[in-house]
């Protein structure tokens, strides 16, 4: 009877022995397959391979926050990358992926000093409205973690073309210049012009008709106006501005809808005849993207939101620009202002600070050209 009993746990051991073998090489094998999927990050599958048609699949844009700023404007020009990408691979939907590491959930930035691991979930709903300026976006996606993420991509690489490359993922690349010097400027080589990002038609609608309420017959101009107290070399001389705003009262049939976020307000604006400010109407960044491409003119500083004008046909000027000028390649230069190639002689951007003369001059020069700017709306 012993002898008995001790087969039985013999082949129960056996049993056992063989099913966690069987479960390791199951989950080796799963992992293989995974890292095998991985690898493809980026590639095309070949057409009967996958058994998905080539325009069923869908673009993966990944806008990890571990290498990408908490920016407004780094989340615009990641729209029009996937748009750019879009049309070059022949794909369908944009689907939007956001990662970040709870506990460094930003980049060192003393911009984003206030953002931390507690409070970044707060904060991300302040930009994440600007993925929404993307006519074909489809599902959004938030990861607290990396790990997660790639299992994602792995799991659904026969679905997905994916960018960043994997390369550019791993070496936590800022892809803000590899999008203007690589994405852009050979788009714009082949095409003659890069995609149009717009905001969604309820916002589109909605900005015209505010425009048409407080603006009425004058021509719309958005100003974008910044005071960050934990960056403020970048912020605005709001005493400048306000003298322009003066200056331009009995000489330009012009309303300047200030865009600015509601702790940025000078009280003096609102005594002004000639502004709008937006926040006063209960805006969000959503509606403020929509007011900027929905205006005839902007000007402001080179921050956020303003990165809406860039990619249309409309005239702008923008200031206190603080890009690395040799990281970027085919600017034009036209005295102290530039542009991208892309760009319109009256869309322009400058290193130097504003000033009351200054704003005079680039003002009255969008002003002149505004006649014969045909807007592109995107589909």
Known sequence: MRCHYAGLRNRKNECYRLTVSFNLLRRAWRSIRRVARLLRWGGVALPGVTGIRHTARRLLIIYDFSSQPFS???????????????????????????????????????????????????????VLPAAQVNAHLGSVFL???????????????????VWPALAQYASREYLFYHCFNVLFREHFEQHGCLPVIGSRPAARTWARQFLAEHAGTAVPVT?????????????????????????????????????????????????????????????????????????????????????????????????????????LTGLVKDDYRYRFQ???????????????????IEFQRIWNGRQGVTQHVPP
């Open 143 to 161: 990861f607290d973690s990396h790990l997660q993420l790639e299992r994602h991509v792995a799991d659904n690489a026969e679905n997905y073309f």
């Open 223 to 327: 100003i974008q106006l910044r005071r960050n107290l934990a960056n403020p070399a970048r912020n605005s001389d709001i005493g400048v501005w306000i003298a322009f705003f003066r200056y331009c009262v009995d000489k330009y049939d012009a309303k300047f809808i200030i865009i600015c976020g509601r702790n940025e307000v000078d009280e003096r604006l609102r005594g002004l005849p000639n502004i709008i400010v937006a926040k006063d109407h209960g805006t969000g960044i959503e509606q403020d993207l929509a007011l900027i491409e929905a205006s005839t003119l902007h000007m402001g500083m080179a921050s956020g939101p303003g990165t809406m004008a860039h990619f249309s046909r409309k005239p702008y000027c923008m200031f206190n620009w603080d890009l690395k000028l040799g990281s």
């Open 72 to 126: 407004i404007g780094d989340i615009l020009i990641f729209q029009e990358a996937s748009l750019v990408l879009r049309e070059r691979h022949s794909l369908g939907k944009v689907d939007f992926a956001l990662v970040y590491d709870p506990t460094f959930p930003v980049v060192p930035d003393p911009a984003f000093r206030n953002v931390d691991a507690e409070s970044f979930l707060v904060h991300l709903s302040s």
């Open 342 to 360: 892309f760009s319109t002689p009256l869309q322009n951007w400058i290193f130097e600070n504003e000033s009351e003369a200054l704003l005079k």
